[in-house]
């Protein structure tokens, strides 16, 4: 069955520290994959997004991801981290066309 | 322009109860999500819509139902409420149903009591 796992369910880190939360999706096929984030009291936004090409993404705020297909995985990363990027972090897959598949998400919190 | 809207924002139902959420999808999109969120939980699929049609259905029972109408906006029902289904009901839009990201409304939160 398809699924998307995230490794991390709590995460804290200083200003400027570096960032990578893991994601995973179990699935053999073609898929699309997304990250979202959501800040305290906002809806959920897109960060990045990977469909196909370059497995090395770059979104928006200085985040990246990198699709690595032998692993099955999806990992964000940030090289310098900032208080205002205190949120909650959701992997997503479409394994099918119409459908998809969220992680437990990661809460980051970053310390000034 | 506006994005998703969705009402009402807050609700408190009983046990055995009816409710109806509502979602407005951002200007030019025909293609209408629902997604459960769970505390503690990423949002699950239960409904898309794509032009007046259901298009795919989630692993939910039978007594969440959903429309979609001309002017692409959806209703979400839930019949006979459970404590369970107390969780924040999202709604997302996208242009079409089978490509491209999914952008959301701020959602429902629904209490069972």
């Known amino acids: 069955a398809q699924s998307v796992s995230q490794h991390n369910h709590h995460v804290i880190l200083s200003e400027a520290a570096s960032l990578e939360l893991g994601c995973n999706y179990s699935y053999g096929g073609t898929v699309n994959l997304f990250w979202y984030v959501q800040y305290p009291g906002q809806h959920l936004q897109l960060l990045l997004k990977y469909f196909s090409g370059d497995p090395l993404v770059k979104g928006i705020k200085g985040f990246e991801a990198e699709f690595i297909k032998s692993k099955f995985s999806f990992n964000l990363r940030k090289p310098s981290v900032q208080w205002s990027d205190t949120a909650e972090y959701f992997c997503?897959?479409?394994?099918?066309?119409?459908?998809?598949?969220f992680g437990s998400g990661t809460k980051l919190n970053v310390k000034p | 322009d506006a994005g998703v809207t969705q009402s009402p924002t807050h609700l408190i139902k009983t046990r055995g109860q009816q409710v109806t959420l509502r979602c407005s999808p951002i200007?030019?999109?025909?293609?209408v999500s629902w997604y459960q969120q769970v505390l503690g939980q990423g949002p699950q699929f239960i409904f898309q819509?794509?032009?007046?049609?259901?298009?795919g259905r989630g692993n939910f029972p039978d007594r969440f139902s959903a429309r979609q109408f001309p002017n692409y906006s959806s209703e979400l029902n839930v019949n006979a409420l459970l404590l369970g289904d107390s969780a924040l009901y999202l709604c997302?839009?996208?242009?079409?149903?089978?490509?491209?990201?999914?952008?959301f409304g701020e959602g429902s939160r629904l209490t069972v009591l």
């Open positions: 200007s030019g999109h025909k293609s």
């Open positions: 997503a897959c479409r394994f099918s066309f119409n459908k998809f598949y």
């Open positions: 819509y794509y032009e007046k049609e259901e298009r």
């Open positions: 997302a839009s996208s242009l079409t149903g089978t490509t491209g990201e999914l952008f």
